[in-house]
């Protein structure tokens, strides 16, 4: 059974920093992009940065470009989202998603967590 356990959230003041784990198990990722969505009170769920299992390529949202930093760790099966510079806007629930295709579409996505929140104050 696959599973994937988020960490990490938290309340944090405007320009601080929070770092959200991943922690994937159940099957063998590799093939699979791994990615961390956010989702605000009444809007969709938005994606913020994706990378490859293996290679470790990856992609960010415009939005979080410069400020956050997705990683893999293989030998521990997690995945981390480094989050500096947080802005007011940035208050959402965070998941982690897996998937074979990969894409900035949720719907490309069969795993998901269960969220960890983010509130930044300002």
């Known amino acids: 059974q696959v599973q994937l356990v988020e960490s990490g959230g938290g309340l944090v003041q405007a320009g601080g920093s929070l770092r959200l784990s991943c922690a994937a198990s159940?099957?063998?990722?590799?093939?699979?992009?791994m990615a961390w969505f956010h989702q605000a009170p009444g809007k969709e769920r938005e994606f913020v940065a994706a990378?490859?299992?293996?290679?470790?390529?990856?992609v960010h949202a415009d939005s979080v470009k410069g400020r956050f930093t997705i990683s893999r760790d293989s030998a521990k099966n997690t995945v981390a989202l480094q989050m500096n510079s947080l802005k007011p806007e940035d208050t959402a629930l965070y998941y982690c998603?897996?998937?074979?295709?990969?894409?900035?579409?949720?719907?490309?996505?069969?795993?998901w967590g269960q969220g960890t929140q983010v509130t930044v104050s300002s």
């Open positions: 998603a897996a998937s074979t295709s990969g894409s900035y579409s949720p719907r490309a996505y069969r795993y």
């Open positions: 159940g099957r063998t990722f590799s093939g699979y992009a």
């Open positions: 990378i490859n299992w293996i290679g470790g390529s990856t």
